[in-house]
């Protein structure tokens, strides 16, 4: 079965610092991958997807970037975070147009 | 522009009410999906739904597609505890790409014991 993970679950962070978040899927090959962001708790705004290797699409212009160094492997980063990045990172694969998220990383920028 | 337009935004109801939820677009849908969000935790997956005023039951959840498949309810019968969390509805827009499904921004349903 496919299984996803995300890590750290939670992070504090002040502002300037960079970020690595991290996302590894298990139990499938070539997998599309996505980053999205959620704000209080309600909807999702996407921010990257990825359908292989090295191809990131950015939607939304923004102070994080994405890369996938690997097939499973999925990593958001920034150089230098702002408070307006503070919020609930999730990570996320498709198994046809159904899509299965990982447990999340809860960002609190000060 | 919202595409997928949840309402209502908030729902507080007693154990044992009915209640639905609405998702409405101006956009056609291939699919829709409704998943379910517990706090600090990734959406789950509940039900897709493909035809055109197709219905699909899932226990006392009742999920309707709208004939011109731009629209969506989810209809809960005697709400349990249990069925709080934030609602969510997301669809592959027709013709557009395939990788990207677009999320409505919820019903957060408390259902108080």
């Known amino acids: 079965s496919q299984t996803i993970h995300q890590w750290p679950a939670t992070l504090v962070q002040p502002v300037g610092s960079p970020l690595s978040l991290e996302c590894t899927v298990e139990?499938?090959?070539?997998?599309?991958l996505y980053w999205y962001r959620q704000a209080a708790g309600r909807g999702l705004q996407l921010l990257f997807y990825s359908v292989g290797i090295g191809q990131i699409s950015s939607e939304v212009p923004q102070n994080l970037s994405a890369s996938r160094p690997q097939d499973r492997q999925f990593i958001l980063s920034s150089k230098k975070l702002l408070l307006s990045d503070s919020g609930f990172y999730l990570c996320a694969w498709t198994g046809g147009e159904t899509q299965y998220f990982g447990p999340g990383t809860r960002l609190l920028v000060l | 522009t919202q595409l997928l337009e949840q309402s209502p935004q908030f729902l507080s109801i007693q154990e044992g009410e009915n209640l639905t939820v609405y998702c409405n677009s101006s956009s056609v849908f291939s699919s829709l999906q409704w998943y379910r969000q517990e706090p600090g935790e990734g959406p789950v997956l509940l039900v897709t739904?493909?035809?055109?005023?197709e219905v699909k039951k899932l226990k006392r959840l009742t999920f309707q597609f709208g004939d011109a498949r731009k629209d969506s309810s989810l209809h809960i019968t005697a709400a349990q505890p249990g069925d709080t969390g934030l609602y969510l509805c997301a669809g592959v827009i027709s013709g557009g790409s395939n990788y990207k499904l677009t999320f409505g921004k919820g019903t957060l349903l408390t259902v108080n014991p």
């Open positions: 139990g499938t090959s070539n997998p599309n």
């Open positions: 739904v493909v035809t055109g005023g």
